[in-house]
């Protein structure tokens, strides 16, 4: 009835509309994050539910393809561009001086995590018969689906209860960042594995494929960083935002081309190449102009995963699906909350940070897709990975919330809590717009100083500010602002803060002095009536 390209632009039409709507009507009425209602979509609409049906105008809109592949050549190869940009801009916001500087508490927690979720996930598959050894691909895939962790999640409940800067919270977001880097070279091994599994696997062919990973990885890496000055230096020549952006994008796809070629997945050179960006300066440009692309791509593509699920293959397993759950909130809870406890936490902080880490969402759900779509694994091991993403997902931020319902401090010695506790400056403005306003500047100032300011949330108004060492957390709730910081770095705060209150206070006065705000207000109105004349006062 139409061609493949017509088809494309409605499937990829009904995508968007679906997707923004359905979503949007799931975070209110649910209170699902935002994944997790694009997920749910896909799987209403996609060919093994609602898609297969005729719609008017159209017949099915999501039909199975000639080789029996839920989604079009087409929509793949645009859901693969979506987890190219997803996976860049990760890399744009990784704070590297975090993963190399940070605590010994958050390293530990990550790297512990991690082991213990990929032993699970992939016992899970070999006890239960889904796979017949530890070196086959699905049970290397259900590990490496165990490992990942959705910051963006529990960033938002520690921000919701003003627990970003406590010691729970700052351990937590340090470990997500090792659960990031150590997920993505874990995937790069595992696809390495099984895209070279004719030759027949030993554990002398893991170490090659694990040293080749861990080669390209740290080579590109290293590289990139050592370059990525000049590499800024060079984007500036073109003077231009989108110009800049755009060049900075088209490298990133370059990398993930020669990733794949290397036998490793594209998204990891996409991740490599914002990795080396997020040293530069123009680390907020290049997000700033990329947003709306993402904004558009990203929930295409977890629609896409969600279109995947054929539920058929899925029920029989529902129960497996159910202990890998089990396993994947244990291998979290316990993986990173038992190391907590040696590093200076009493049970009530061990629990909140297990707890944290305990959410998966967009690199588990990549690298579902990835283990699909190459054939490694087949839609009841799919299934197996969306179900454990969907309940980690909506655990986590009910556990956590009820974590932090007790007061009590989650570290041993009440003398490093007193240590701990950061300085806040609190700002009350009359109305919201004006908090905001006064919000934007501050954001601007600190830009201006050559901070690293990234905002974790585009549905909250909490930023982390970070320079070498320094480290701010800003806040905007309704008509407040609040900044914490360490005790050391407090007189630069209030500083640039007064600095700022300072030049708006001139600014309100020029404002009064110089400019005459009745006589525009009369030609704005006058204007509207079609009168020439001007105001006279």
């Given at each position: 009835m139409f061609s493949s390209e017509i088809r494309f632009i409605f499937q990829l039409g009904i995508l968007i509309v679906c997707t923004r709507m359905g979503g949007y009507w799931l975070r209110r009425w649910l209170r699902l994050p935002g994944v997790l209602g694009e997920l749910v979509v896909g799987m209403l609409i996609g060919p093994y539910a609602l898609g297969r049906l005729p719609w008017p105008l159209i017949g099915p809109p999501f039909p199975l393809s000639a080789t029996g592949s839920p989604v079009s050549p087409e929509l793949y190869a645009f859901s693969t561009f979506a987890s190219i940009v997803l996976l860049f801009l990760s890399g744009l916001e990784t704070d590297l001086s975090t993963f190399l500087r940070y605590s010994v508490a958050g390293t530990v927690v990550g790297v512990s995590g991690v082991a213990l979720s990929f032993f699970l996930g992939a016992g899970c598959a070999v006890w239960f018969g889904l796979a017949p050894g530890w070196l086959d691909p699905r049970a290397l895939f259900l590990g490496a689906i165990g490992t990942a962790t959705s910051v963006g999640i529990t960033a938002r409940i520690l921000s919701e209860r003003r627990k970003m800067d406590s010691p729970e919270g700052v351990t937590i977001l340090a470990a997500a960042v090792f659960d990031d880097v150590l997920g993505i070279i874990l995937l790069a091994i595992v696809v390495g594995m099984v895209r070279t599994e004719s030759a027949g696997i030993s554990w002398r062919h893991v170490l090659y494929v694990a040293a080749k990973a861990f080669g390209f990885w740290i080579g590109a890496t290293a590289l990139g960083l050592l370059c990525a000055r000049r590499f800024s230096r060079f984007l500036k020549h073109f003077k231009s935002a989108p110009a800049i952006a755009a060049l900075a994008?088209?490298?990133?796809?370059?990398?993930?081309?020669?990733?794949?070629?290397?036998?490793?997945?594209?998204?990891?050179?996409?991740?490599?190449?914002?990795?080396?960006?997020?040293?530069?300066?123009?680390?907020?440009?290049?997000?700033?102009?990329?947003?709306?692309?993402h904004n558009v791509l990203v929930p295409v593509f977890f629609a896409t995963m969600g279109m995947m699920v054929n539920f058929n293959q899925v029920l029989p397993l529902f129960k497996v699906g159910l202990v890998y759950s089990l396993f994947a909130i244990v291998s979290k809870v316990g993986g990173c909350g038992l190391p907590a406890l040696f590093c200076g936490f009493n049970h009530h902080g061990a629990a909140r940070i297990g707890v944290g880490m305990l959410p998966r969402g967009e690199v588990a759900l990549i690298v579902a897709g990835i283990g699909l779509t190459s054939g490694a694994i087949g839609q009841d091991v799919f299934g197996i990975a969306i179900l454990m993403t969907v309940i980690t997902t909506l655990l986590g931020p009910m556990l956590l919330t009820g974590c932090f319902e007790n007061p009590a401090p989650g570290l041993r010695h009440p003398e490093d809590v007193a240590k701990s506790q950061s300085k806040v400056i609190r700002l009350d403005f009359a109305t919201a717009d004006m908090a905001e306003f006064v919000l934007a500047r501050i954001v601007r100032s600190f830009r201006q100083e050559e901070f690293y300011v990234y905002r974790l949330s585009p549905d909250a108004w909490t930023y982390h500010i970070r320079k070498e060492n320094m480290f701010f957390i800003l806040e905007c709730d309704g008509h407040e602002i609040q900044l914490s910081t360490a005790a050391q770095y407090e007189t630069l705060a209030r500083l640039m803060v007064a600095e700022e209150m300072l030049n708006l206070r001139s600014m309100l006065h020029m404002a009064q002095d110089h400019v005459d705000l009745d006589s525009m207000e009369h030609n704005l109105v006058a204007g509207l009536f079609g009168e020439k004349e001007d105001f006279q006062p």
């Open positions: 994008l088209g490298f990133g796809l370059l990398l993930a081309g020669l990733s794949e070629m290397a036998g490793l997945a594209m998204i990891i050179g996409a991740y490599i190449m914002g990795l080396s960006l997020s040293r530069t300066d123009l680390v907020q440009v290049v997000q700033r102009e990329i947003e709306g692309l």
